[in-house]
């Protein structure tokens, strides 16, 4: 059986190497060539020996997962949909501003969460993503964007920051992500610095706490909610770990945290969440909290029965937090022609097929 080398860290690699009689300084070679490159033929590894690079033909491969399809929307945002066998796809979305690109990364094939207002919780759970498929992303990502001369503020990169906002909740698929997280961060792999990494989770508080020991990253908390009888429904996960628990959490991360404010993301929903006294109630919930609020008008998606907030309704709630001393912005839609916008990454591969199948049908009668 061959490996997947887009599977390993630095570490792993490195036992890789061991495993197969090699010395450990060919892992960050190899780091160098995955990742660097974007090489997936040992062949064009030019610096390794003849014969190591015949053997590692014959015992490894370096293979992200199959594109499926790859749209680019009229602001320039790129979505690509991958397929990761039986039938389900994710998504993975690239965001180009002047200064930075932001991949949007996924992390699992459905979500268990359930949150009621997210297109990925309405599918349900179907799997964990593995590290190749992880990472696989940032790596095929950087190389279609590498084709077309991306170059962002001459950093040499095309994907300058990462998000783990993409379909999935990244602290339920804790070691893998962080995994992937590690060689986002490695100097011999994207060489990312920590704040320009972030996760964002739906609040699994005893995950947080293992992210700051393990890989403080930047990190954004879906709140939705300033109180939690209305956060239990939005966003269940709150029944179990309800907000004073989450905002602990929070104070604990930001000692360790690469920014000194946590982000919290509150997607606006009209007639929901979205009313001036929700806006007072969340000031005084947060007084004690160093945070920044990002604002997401809702994206809408077929049978969600919620309608997004009025551009007023959003202003006015903007500006009490404001008044407040309280940073926000009002996170701007992209990319919502190729349904590329937060919470639209549904992956939907099973519709394409049943109407492929419709197709063939209908080819067969005639
Ligand atoms: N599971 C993680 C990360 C993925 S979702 C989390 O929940 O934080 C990234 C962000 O998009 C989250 O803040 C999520 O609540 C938000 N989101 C989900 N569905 C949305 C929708 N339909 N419109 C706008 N934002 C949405
Ligand atoms: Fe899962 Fe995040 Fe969607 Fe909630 S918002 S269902 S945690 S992906």
């Known amino acids: 059986m061959t490996t997947n080398l887009l599977n390993y860290d630095a570490k792993g690699l490195a036992n890789f190497c061991a495993e197969i009689g090699e010395k450990p300084f060919r892992a960050k070679q190899l780091l160098h060539w995955i990742h660097q490159t974007g090489k997936s033929d040992f062949v064009e590894m030019s610096d390794l020996a003849k014969v190591l690079r015949e053997k590692l033909s014959t015992l490894a491969v370096i293979e992200s997962p199959e594109v499926i399809s790859d749209h680019t929307a009229e602001d320039g945002t790129r979505k690509w949909l991958l397929s990761v066998g039986t039938g389900n796809g994710v998504e993975t979305v690239f965001i180009p501003e002047t200064n930075r690109g932001t991949l949007c990364v996924s992390s699992q094939v459905g979500c268990a969460l359930a949150c009621s207002f997210c297109s990925t919780g309405k599918q349900g759970f179907n799997r964990n993503l593995t590290v190749a498929e992880i990472i696989g992303q940032l790596w095929l990502a950087n190389n279609a964007l590498r084709v077309d001369g991306y170059n962002i503020s001459q950093s040499g990169r095309a994907v300058t920051n990462v998000v783990m906002m993409g379909m999935g909740e990244p602290l339920a698929n804790f070691e893998n992500v962080v995994t992937a997280l590690d060689l986002m961060l490695d100097d011999h792999a994207y060489g990312l610095s ?43 996960i709150n029944q179990k770990y309800p907000i004073k628990e989450l905002l602990a959490a929070c104070q604990r991360y930001l000692p360790a945290a690469p920014r000194d404010f946590i982000t919290f993301e509150y997607v606006m929903l009209d007639g929901v969440n979205d009313g001036v006294d929700h806006a007072r109630e969340l000031v005084k919930l947060v007084h004690d909290t160093p945070c920044k609020f990002n604002l997401i008008p809702f994206n809408g998606f077929p049978g969600s029965g919620y309608k997004k907030s ?41 519709d394409k097929t049943r109407r492929s199948t419709r197709a063939l049908a209908a080819e067969a009668v005639k």
Request: hydrophobic fraction near 40%.
């Open 310 to 350: 009025s551009s007023d309704a959003i202003r006015q709630f903007r500006d009490v937090l404001m008044q407040a001393g309280l940073v926000t912005t009002i996170r701007k839609t992209r990319g919502d022609d190729i349904a590329a916008a937060c919470g639209q990454l549904a992956g939907r591969v099973k």
């Open 194 to 236: 920590r704040r320009r990494v972030t996760v964002s989770t739906s609040g699994i508080v005893p995950a947080i706490d293992r992210l700051r020991e393990r890989c403080p990253v930047a990190l954004a908390v879906s709140l939705h909610a300033p109180n939690d009888a209305l956060r239990d429904q939005l966003v269940p």
